[in-house]
């Protein structure tokens, strides 16, 4: 069974940071470039950020990029979101998703975490 699992999250004050994973199982993993998104309350979920398979390359979204940096653990399969000088404005719950292409439309990623939750206080 393909599954996905976020950790991380938590409540942090503005300027912190916070580290989030997402590990994955065997076939879910190999081969597949993957993505964080994020949904704040009452909006819609936006891509954050993503990397391809094994690595080498990243993109982020404009209001992360600098602050944020992804990564991945082949050997774990894990992919990791460490997120620095964090802003109220980054509150919402984070997933990581399996991506099909290399791109930040959500309708090109199809398997999901369940989210983790990322609070930062003012």
């Known amino acids: 069974q393909v599954q996905l699992v976020e950790s991380g999250g938590g409540l942090v004050q503005a300027g912190g940071s916070l580290r989030l994973s997402c590990a994955a199982s065997g076939r879910t993993f190999s081969s597949y470039a993957m993505g964080w998104f994020r949904q704040a309350p009452g909006k819609e979920r936006e891509f954050v950020s993503y990397i391809t398979w094994p690595g080498g390359s990243t993109y982020y979204a404009a209001s992360v990029k600098g602050r944020f940096t992804i990564s991945r653990d082949n050997a774990k399969n894990t992919v990791y979101l460490q997120m620095n000088s964090l802003k109220p404005e980054d509150t919402a719950v984070y997933y990581c998703?399996?991506?099909?292409?290399?791109?930040?439309?959500?309708?090109?990623?199809?398997?999901w975490g369940q989210g983790t939750q990322v609070t930062v206080s003012s």
């Open positions: 998703a399996r991506a099909l292409s290399l791109t930040i439309r959500r309708d090109e990623y199809d398997y």
